[in-house]
């Protein structure tokens, strides 16, 4: 049974993270204290959720060694630059209240109110000061969030180190295809957000019929795909039921179903 997934600088990571898009700082305490009770020793925030405070508070409170626990944080979408990623970087772990982080991510290739518009350059030097914070140890693992082929493809030219992940919106109806097999071929790990579409997959009359045939709920279904597809789910929550239930995976889903979900309709589209 996969367990873990493993980035191409040999760091390894539990094959679920708990994302907190959307988790309020004030429920942000509850909400992950709950995840770790439950197992969940991965968790994925970003300084753009606003929620580093209480998910750090809830991290130092539980009773597991640092090491034991995978963080994972984001540099806003809006920052790009050399000095302003360092900075970024210096807030984040003084608000998550660590002294360094497993994962950092540029959030976006652009910035969120300006989707589409080209920042190459901008993303070459934030790139620049992670490979330096993750040269000094501030920093197990850089990645990045949200990038195309094209994006990914301008750092891997300009820059050393190979991103080790890109997490991007992945669910049964939107499978990214031609982006998971650029990631595959450089060894990127894709880690997938969003895998009920925000809650929006579990309504599918085909995804509830085939979620009873192997006799676990819809939710279980979609994020069971995203592992036999090769990615890594970040599924959210903040009801401990629903928190348990997410991360009770243990079956697998056959071939022929995985091209039955590979085929059905973006919920979103
Ligand atoms: P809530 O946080 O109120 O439990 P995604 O992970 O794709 O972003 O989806 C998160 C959304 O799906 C949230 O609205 C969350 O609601 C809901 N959700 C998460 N897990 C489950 C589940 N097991 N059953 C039903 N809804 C769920």
């Known amino acids: 049974k996969e367990k873990t997934f493993v980035f191409h600088n040999g760091v390894e990571l539990p094959n679920i993270g708990f994302g907190t898009w959307q988790i309020p700082n004030e429920e942000a305490y509850a909400a992950v204290t709950m995840a770790l009770k439950n197992g969940y020793t991965h968790i994925d925030t ?9 998910v750090g508070k809830a991290i130092k409170d539980f009773d597991l060694p640092r090491e034991e626990i995978f963080i994972t944080s984001k540099l806003p979408a809006q920052i790009k630059g050399y000095n302003e990623t360092l900075e970024a970087f210096n807030t984040t772990i003084t608000n998550l209240g660590v002294d360094y982080l497993d994962l950092y991510l540029i959030h976006a290739p652009w910035p ?13 030097q934030s790139w620049k000061a992670m490979e ?15 990038f195309t082929e094209s994006d990914i493809q301008a750092l891997i030219d300009a820059c050393d180190i190979v991103p ?37 997959t579990l309504n599918s009359p085909e995804i509830k ?5 192997y006799g676990v709920t819809p939710a279980q279904l979609c994020i069971r795909y995203c ?17 348990i239930e997410n991360s009770q995976l243990d079956f697998t889903i056959s071939p022929e179903d995985v091209e039955k979900l590979n085929a059905v ?4 589209k």
Not at 132 to 146: C, H, P, Q
Request: aromatic share 8%; hydrophobic share 35%; proline share 4%.
């Open 227 to 243: 592992l036999e597809r090769k990615t890594l789910p970040l599924p959210k929550s903040t009801h401990e039921e629903r928190i």
């Open 132 to 146: 330096k914070l993750y040269n000094d140890g501030k920093i197990r693992a850089i990645g990045v969030s949200n």
């Open 46 to 54: 970003a300084l753009a959720y606003k929620n580093e405070e209480n």
């Open 164 to 200: 080790m992940v890109n997490q991007i919106p992945f669910y049964v109806g939107h499978d990214q295809e031609d982006l998971l097999t650029f990631c595959e071929k450089h060894n990127i790990v894709v880690e997938a957000y969003s895998p009920l579409a925000t809650g929006q």
């Open 209 to 213: 019929e085939m979620a009873k045939k």
């Open 112 to 124: 969120w109110d300006a989707i589409g518009t080209d920042h190459t350059e901008g993303n070459i």
């Open 265 to 268: 309709e973006d919920v979103r």
